[in-house]
């Protein structure tokens, strides 16, 4: 079983950075696609970011672009999320996900293509 953990959340003043890092616990895991959703109180999970790892492609919902990056260390078997200019409605709980499968690239942000997901991380940005 994989295990997906997450950190980096914390709270943050409007304008600031953080950066989320995912590590999976088996090294010989190798998923597809990996990405970031997040769900706010109230709301549903949303996709953030995502990648597709064999090849690198990255894929971003509108209101992460520009401002977060996701990149991976394949040698630490961690994926980021540098997430800069942080605003108020950027607070969530941050899940990292992986999926076992190939996921085409119009259903990247769907969650329900991901096999595996961390416990989340807080963000919380303060105005």
């Known amino acids: 079983q994989v295990q997906l953990e997450e950190s980096g959340g914390g709270l943050v003043q409007a304008g600031g950075s953080l950066r989320l890092s995912c590590v999976g616990s088996r090294r010989a895991f190798s998923p597809y696609n990996m990405g970031w959703f997040r769900q706010a109180p109230g709301k549903e999970r949303e996709f953030v970011s995502a990648?597709?790892?064999?090849?690198?492609?990255?894929y971003y919902t509108d209101h992460a672009k520009g401002r977060f990056t996701i990149s991976r260390d394949k040698n630490e078997n961690t994926l980021y999320l540098q997430m800069s200019n942080l605003k108020p409605d950027d607070t969530a709980v941050y899940y990292c996900?992986?999926?076992?499968?190939?996921?085409?690239?119009?259903?990247?942000?769907?969650?329900?293509?991901?096999?595996?997901w961390g416990q989340g991380t807080q963000v919380t940005v303060s105005s």
């Open positions: 990648m597709r790892l064999r090849g690198g492609t990255t």
């Open positions: 996900a992986a999926s076992s499968r190939y996921i085409i690239t119009s259903e990247t942000s769907n969650p329900t293509n991901y096999d595996y």
